[in-house]
């Protein structure tokens, strides 16, 4: 990042806030999207916000020559890593590690997951009554004419089933495993046993979606890349 710089940046035009140990570390509308590659950015503060809160910012490292520090941050009874940058396009900014923080808010909305939505993806949910068959080594396990097919920019189509699609729920088993998306909300997990087969993680579901990915709410995806998932008797991928 110090050498070629991020592969885009630019202001988040929003108030933003980091949460540590029941304390607002920092109160920023100076925040920035970095795009540290092409995917997804993060949230970038800048340290003139750091050093107005609460937290106690110790350098440990700098290079004047590729203009970055590093640093220690210590809240309460937490200590974490820093970065920051003197010099170049990210000049004046601080990045934190991923997931560092209790909770992330931009403006009065709590962030999900390890990153900020990129304001350049969308969500589209839509109701179809294609033919979507889910089978397992050619034996089917779910059908449905009535469907949502998820489209998220730059990323497959998703097809989220009716749980009464399933044609035996034995074979579902609840997983420990829950992930966050920033996009879509907090989905819970199926593993698939049918036989001496087990499949992990192969179904996911969001009991509590974002507002965007409300039509999905606790319907079924089956990963296509773990499953035989067919859209109008076509094979997906």
């Given at each position: 990042?110090a050498v070629s710089g991020p592969f885009k940046h630019e202001l988040a035009n929003r108030r933003v806030r980091g949460l ?163 996009y879509k909300g907090q989905a819970a997990y199926y593993h698939i046993k049918m036989g001496d087969k087990e499949i992990k ?37």
């Amino acid at each position: 990042m110090a050498v070629s710089g991020p592969f885009k940046h630019e202001l988040a035009n929003r108030r933003v806030r980091g949460l540590v140990c029941g304390q607002w570390l920092f109160d920023t509308t100076d925040a920035e999207f970095v795009w540290e590659h092409p995917y997804y950015p993060v949230f970038y503060v800048p340290l003139e916000a750091l050093r107005s809160g609460p937290g106690e910012l110790s350098l440990t490292k700098r290079d004047e020559e590729k203009g970055f520090w590093l640093g220690t941050l210590k809240i309460s009874d937490k200590i974490f890593e820093v970065a920051g940058f003197d010099k170049g396009p990210l000049r004046g900014q601080v990045k934190f590690p991923v997931g560092s923080l209790d909770s992330w808010y931009a403006e009065d909305e709590k962030q999900l997951g390890p990153h900020p939505k990129d304001p350049y993806k969308r969500i589209e949910c839509l109701a179809s009554s294609r033919n979507v068959c889910v089978k397992i080594d050619g034996v089917e396990i779910a059908h449905s004419n009535n469907s949502v097919f998820l489209h998220e920019t730059g990323l497959r189509t998703r097809y989220y089933i009716s749980p009464t699609s399933v044609f035996d729920w034995r074979w579902l088993i609840p997983s420990d495993t829950s992930t966050f998306c920033p996009y879509k909300g907090q989905a819970a997990y199926y593993h698939i046993k049918m036989g001496d087969k087990e499949i992990k993680d192969a179904v996911w579901y969001y009991t509590y979606p974002t507002a965007e990915s409300a039509p999905v709410q606790n319907r079924l995806c089956f990963y296509n890349e773990k499953v035989e998932v067919y859209v109008d008797g076509l094979r997906e991928e």
